[in-house]
Antibody, heavy 124, light 109 residues
Framework: QLQLQESGPGLVKPSETLSLTCTVSGGSISSSSYYWGWIRQPPGKGLEWIGSIYYSGSTYYNPSLKSRVTISVDTSKNQFSLKLSSVTAADTAVYYC????????????????WGQGTTVTVSS | QSALTQPASVSGSPGQSITISCTGT?????????VSWYQQHPGKAPKLMIY???KRPSGVSNRFSGSKSGNTASLTISGLQAEDEADYYC?????????FGGGTKLTVL
């Protein structure tokens, strides 16, 4: 059974770069049928899509975060990663990684497997 | 790009049916049959309930159904059960991007 697990620092200082990794187990990240995505949820608020990546390295980002976000994939380690630069308190959230079924180039039909989420707090 | 619009809350009694709407634009919900719905219980990760507008993943109860008309997608839950009390989010492809709705809290009375 496919499982996703987020890892990374739980505390990041303002203006620094948030870095998280999602490790995929029980299946290959190199499947042509899926994208791999990051979603976040600030405390008490709704879900926000951050971006997605295909195993080939093609990326799609939320326009509102695009200038600060980099998502990368390491197929040899079956992992994909998120970097968010110049963080502020507004970036404090639970960050989820998820598998997303591909419906076409850049198109997601549904995110069917999620990690448990990791809480990242931005504070000095 | 703005978030998709959902009602903040809906409620219903056990056994009843409820519908949650998700309103977008002709650039997202209206242009693609790529609306998905997620259920989230407190402190838990979201769970996919509907994809491609009306399809149910394996294991999801047939009490959950999805539809779309124009720029508005809908999730209907029939035969409400206590365990259905949760937050529900719609999501749509929006042309090289993906949008979530603001979420709807379902209360089972």
């Amino acid at each position: 059974q496919l499982q996703l697990q987020e890892s990374g620092p739980g505390l990041v200082k303002p203006s620094e770069t948030l870095s998280l990794t999602c490790t995929v187990s029980g299946g290959s990240i190199s499947s042509s049928s899926y994208y791999w995505g990051w979603i976040r949820q600030p405390p008490g608020k709704g879900l926000e899509w951050i971006g997605s990546i295909y195993y080939s390295g093609s990326t799609y980002y939320n326009p509102s975060l695009k200038s600060r976000v980099t998502i990368s994939v390491d197929t040899s380690k079956n992992q994909f990663s998120l970097k968010l630069s110049s963080v502020t308190a507004a970036d404090t959230a639970v960050y989820y990684c998820a598998r997303a079924a591909a419906a076409g180039t850049g198109q997601i039909s549904g995110m069917d497997v999620w990690g448990q989420g990791t809480t990242v707090t931005v504070s000095s | 790009q703005s978030a998709l619009t959902q009602p903040a809350s809906v409620s219903g009694s056990p056994g009843q049916s409820i519908t949650i709407s998700c309103t977008g634009t002709s650039s997202d919900v209206g242009s693609y049959n790529l609306v998905s719905w997620y259920q989230q219980h407190p402190g838990k990760a979201p769970k996919l309930m509907i994809y491609e507008g009306s399809k149910r993943p394996s294991g999801v109860s047939n009490r959950f159904s999805g539809s779309k008309s124009g720029n508005t997608a809908s999730l209907t839950i029939s035969g409400l059960q206590a365990e259905d009390e949760a937050d529900y989010y719609c999501c749509s492809y929006a042309g090289s991007s993906t949008l979530f709705g603001g979420g709807t809290k379902l209360t089972v009375l």
